[in-house]
């Protein structure tokens, strides 16, 4: 997702990713997103975009993808350093739906890919802790909006990295791309960017996770939970 958030790194406006990710028996999610602030700093924190991969836990391909852009509604006007940062204009967040709206679309979606299933293992996987615990229930409490369970526990690919490879990913993707040989792809700090050419959509943050998890799972690493129950 990309947001209007400002930074946990010393309040400079700094973008997360994520994901989410399920595996056998049950199929896999990747829910990458891109956290970012349409302001320097400005408070509170705003999500611009909430894009989802699909991945079969089995083969690790990509099987769904979910993706809607939200419109801010505390600081409606995105500024010059959030559009250059993410690639996100104004006219893309304009007239999108509330983030309670997509919120209510991403349950749909995920009751339509079998998600909701208590026989399905899933959970989240974020490049980093703050998404799922500090950015999405901190805007949700704000806008007096509920968060919904699966939201609540998550894999930090961070710290998944860090134990396959034996060292701290500093700088989140680019350093893990760069660790396992990978070439990144497209943007960084875009959830999903948009293409014009081969298909209407070309993952950036989104696709490179997957691309991260599906090598350290060829490597043989098992993920596990990396966060603490609520």
Not at 4 to 32: C, F, K, Q
Not at 139 to 167: E, H, R, T
Not at 180 to 207: A, E, N, T
Request: charged share 15%; glycine share 10%.
């Amino acid at each position: 997702m990309a947001t209007a958030s400002p930074a946990a790194d010393g309040g400079r406006g700094r973008p997360w990713e994520g994901g989410l990710v399920s595996w056998p028996p049950a199929p896999p999610l990747t829910l990458p997103w891109t956290w970012m602030g349409p302001s320097w700093g400005q408070h509170p924190g705003e999500i611009i975009e909430f894009p989802i991969l699909k991945l079969n836990g089995r083969t690790m391909e990509i099987e769904s993808t979910f993706h809607m852009y939200v419109q801010p509604v505390i600081h409606p006007q995105l500024t010059p350093f959030c559009t250059e940062l993410t690639g996100i204009i104004q006219a893309m967040v304009d007239g999108q739906p509330s983030l309670q709206q997509v919120l209510e679309r991403v349950d749909e979606w995920m009751a339509k890919e079998g998600l909701l299933d208590p026989n399905v293992k899933s959970i989240f996987v974020t490049c980093g802790d703050w998404d799922l615990k500090i950015m999405l229930p901190g805007q949700c409490q704000y806008l007096g909006l509920p968060v919904a369970d699966y939201f609540k526990q998550w894999i930090n690919l961070k710290k998944a990295y860090s134990f396959a490879m034996g060292c701290w990913p500093k700088n989140g993707l680019l350093d893990m791309n760069k660790g396992l040989s990978l070439q990144h792809i497209g943007r960084p700090h875009s959830g999903i960017g948009q293409s014009f050419h081969m298909s209407p959509w070309q993952p950036d943050d989104c696709k490179n996770i997957a691309n991260i998890m599906k090598t350290l799972a060829y490597r043989g690493f098992i993920f596990k939970q990396t966060s603490k129950p609520f």
